[in-house]
Nanobody, 121 residues
Framework: QVQLVESGGGLVQAGGSLRLSCAAS????????MGWFRQAPGKQRELVAS???????YYADSVKGRFTISRSIAKNTVYLQMNSLKPEDTGNYYC???????????????WGQGTQVTVSS
């Protein structure tokens, strides 16, 4: 059973930075796509960034230019570098992975337990 373990969350002031990590128990190349979702209190979970096996990336409009998704194949780890953080970036951030391109993100095969990010104003 594949496990995704997130780390790197915490409390940061607005304008600050955090880097989230998602360590997979197996090769990340076994996934066609990996992504980061976030869920703010009272809101639906939303996809903020993803990276396909071939390296193509996606960013939600709300984080473009501030967040960067990257990976280390050798470490089986995906990262989310978050700069210029805003209070509205607060939420629980989840790492997720899909084995098939046709799978909807909300039905992704694997999810981490989440890591909390709190941005104070």
């Amino acid at each position: 059973q594949v496990q995704l373990v997130e780390s790197g969350g915490g409390l940061v002031q607005a304008g600050g930075s955090l880097r989230l990590s998602c360590a997979a128990s197996g090769s990340i190349f076994s996934f066609v796509d990996m992504g980061w979702f976030r869920q703010a209190p009272g809101k639906q979970r939303e996809l903020v960034a993803s990276m396909a096996r071939g390296g193509d990336t996606y960013y939600a409009d709300s984080v473009k230019g501030r967040f960067t998704i990257s990976r280390s194949i050798a470490k089986n780890t995906v990262y989310l570098q978050m700069n210029s953080l805003k209070p509205e970036d607060t939420g629980n951030y989840y790492c997720t992975a899909k084995r098939e391109a046709t799978t909807m993100w909300t039905s992704a095969d694997y999810w981490g337990q989440g890591t909390q990010v709190t941005v104070s104003s």
